[in-house]
């Protein structure tokens, strides 16, 4: 359904594909895509030379939950589409002059006959395949940490020595600078992480940085099809992204499914198998609390925005109230000595 | 008047979320009332207990801190009370608490296990207390 207001916005998405591809380009229908804070997101069905296709148009707003950068998500979709890791199909990034659209977008191609939402995935006919798209989604997870960053074009992602050193200041970094209040408990952590900092990675891989249910397009029958917002993508070590799809936020409030989907035992072999690595336990405690604080810095620094930014998106008021305090829950759990685990199973 | 404000932000939130939401046309919008709702409905909450928590975390942040070794600045915030109960004087003293708790936090995790586990112990107290229950 196409609303009223959104014609403009596809009327000049068709004109500005018209000049840029010198084609007849005609507007069909136009839909905006809830969820994703970090870009307004739209469904255009456009007609090239009277053929038809769907294309998935991300436009920055104002104001985003992450601070990002467009063409970051953009190259790396061109890094990754081809590989064992299905990803939608780049087609135009356009960052300087964005004409008819008046701010930066980019421009991929539609996966249809998906859905992403992470509530779906326990209604009917999907749940009957949730065993299936938990194998599906560890499995295309364990084939991005598989991936050889030395034949990928990923120049423009920066190579840190000791990824985990680079994380935890990063992020204990936005925590600090963000905060609106004090943040006991993830000082606490960061207390932690700092006194159980692995070693430097072994391997370096390309890091997805959001790999969880409701960033990747699944279908009736449990077939994933498309990994989406990389946003957050870099290079670092692939037990990041396992250990950020295990956090007991994609799950709440069923604390035993990893992602709603699989235990996390399972989920962690799948993976195994996948990537032919072998995870490193000790290393994975730290990376799991690490997710749980990165979260915690990303719903901090959200509460920022709403407070503070020029976007009073409803979504980064919700980030930044109570998943907050759910985070804080999560990371007490943790990190309590004799914690009851009340909201999360105790580290792998 | 409004006699009841915390339960009038429950009740909008609920005529948002299965009144209107069903009304509108596109998923974005219907998405948008869930959202806006559930913030209500967090809002009804807090509304209701904000300067209570928050006085009841000061009152224990004092009762710690006086099991800590001495510091001035402790101290100071034990002898203090709020300005007044408007919720953004109470929030500047709670602020306070809770950044000197992180401030000693990080001292008896080095030296004095019983304090650390007095710390996790109000941790987990002020984190349930401040509980959305129609979140989980």
């Known amino acids: 359904m196409t609303a009223t207001h959104l014609q403009p916005v596809g009327k000049a998405l068709a004109r500005y594909l018209a000049r840029h591809w010198d084609k007849d380009v005609q507007l069909g229908a136009i839909s905006q895509i809830p969820g994703g804070a970090s870009r307004e997101t739209y469904r255009v069905h456009i007609t090239v030379e009277g053929v038809a296709e769907g294309v998935i148009l991300r436009r920055d707003p104002p104001s985003s939950l992450i601070d990002t950068e467009r063409a970051h998500e953009f190259n790396t979709y061109r890094a990754v589409f081809g590989t064992r890791v299905p990803v939608p199909e780049p087609l135009v990034l356009e960052d300087d002059d964005p004409g008819e659209l008046e701010r930066p977008f980019s421009l991929t191609r539609e996966i249809a006959g998906c859905e992403t939402s992470p509530a779906t995935l326990t209604m009917a006919p999907f749940n009957a395949h949730r065993e299936k798209i938990g194998h599906n989604k560890w499995t295309i997870l364990g084939h991005l940490a598989a991936l050889d960053v030395d034949t990928l074009p990923l120049a423009f992602m920066a190579r840190h020595a000791h990824p985990a050193r680079h994380e935890l200041d990063y992020w204990a970094g936005v925590i600090r600078k963000d905060a609106l209040h004090p943040q006991p408990i993830a000082e606490a952590a960061i207390r932690w992480l700092e006194r159980h900092l692995p070693p430097p990675s072994a391997r370096l891989a390309l890091v997805h940085g959001d790999y969880r249910s409701g960033n990747f397009l699944y279908d009736t029958e449990g077939n994933v099809h498309g990994v989406l917002d990389w946003e957050m993508a870099h290079l670092g070590d692939p037990l990041e992204d396992l250990a950020w799809s295990f956090d007991p936020l994609w799950c709440w409030p069923e604390k035993h499914l990893a992602g709603n989907l ?80 009340t909201y999360a199973e105790a580290l792998l | 008047m409004i006699p009841a404000p915390g339960r009038t932000l429950t009740d909008l939130a609920m005529r948002l979320m299965l009144g209107i939401a069903p009304q509108t046309t596109t998923t974005f919008a219907a998405a948008d009332c869930g959202l806006i709702a559930q913030l209500l409905l967090t809002m009804g909450q807090e509304f209701e207990r904000a300067v209570d928590t928050r006085m009841q975390d000061i009152h224990e942040l004092k009762a710690l801190f006086g099991t800590a070794p001495a510091d001035a600045a402790r101290a100071r915030f034990m002898g203090a009370t709020p300005a007044s109960l408007h919720l953004r004087d109470v929030n500047a003293l709670h602020d306070e608490g809770m950044q000197l708790l992180a401030i000693l936090h990080a001292q008896a995790e080095a030296d004095d296990a019983a304090l650390n586990a007095r710390i996790w112990a109000f941790l ?11 979140l989980g």
């Open chain 2, 124 to 134: 987990r107290a002020h984190s349930e207390r401040h509980k959305f229950e129609t």
């Open chain 1, 262 to 341: 699989l235990p996390r035992v399972d989920a962690l072999g799948i993976w195994e198998r996948a990537s032919g690595l072998t995870v490193d336990r000790e290393a994975f405690r730290w990376w799991q609390v690490f997710a749980s604080l990165k979260a915690l810095a990303i719903w901090i620094s959200s509460a920022e925005d709403y407070v503070n930014g020029t976007t009073k998106e409803p979504i980064l008021a919700f980030a930044g109230w109570p998943l907050i305090d759910r985070q804080n829950r999560i990371l007490l759990d943790r990190l309590q000595p004799g914690s009851t685990h």
